[in-house]
């Protein structure tokens, strides 16, 4: 550990008394480190019962696609941050909404 961080700093949301407590614990030598296995490795059915998994939808209301965009579209929407991918998706609800109510049997316009 950084000896700066040897010494207790408050504003760490812990207070003089929680690092007392806790300051008298040996920092952990290259040999027990060499030593240390994945917390999965040792403990295989602890782990496998705390494993976070998203589980099936109840009621699906999106659909997986495989979908080919221009570099700069999909960088311009990346750009923005977390979240772009339903970025995407608003724009295009917004561009069929836009559009006009076509019939069934009308073709759609090729792109010039």
Do not use: C
């Not at 812990?14 to 952990?28: G, I, R, Y």
């Not at 027990?32 to 295989?44: D, G, H, M, N, T």
């Not at 059915?45 to 696609?65: D, F, H, M, N, Y």
């Amino acid at each position: 550990m950084p000896a700066k961080m040897r010494d207790f700093q408050p504003g760490h949301d812990f207070t003089k008394t929680d690092w007392d407590e806790v300051s008298d614990n040996p920092e952990a030598t290259d040999a027990e480190l060499s030593q240390a296995r994945p917390f999965k490795q040792v403990f295989p059915e602890l782990a496998e019962s705390i494993k976070r998994t998203r589980g099936k939808q109840k009621a699906p209301t999106k659909e997986l696609v495989s979908l080919r965009l221009d570099h700069a579209t999909l960088a311009a929407f990346r750009a923005t941050g977390p979240g772009w991918q339903a970025r995407i998706d608003t724009a295009l609800r917004d561009a069929l909404a836009a559009q006009k109510p076509r019939t069934p049997r009308q073709k759609l316009k090729k792109p010039a």
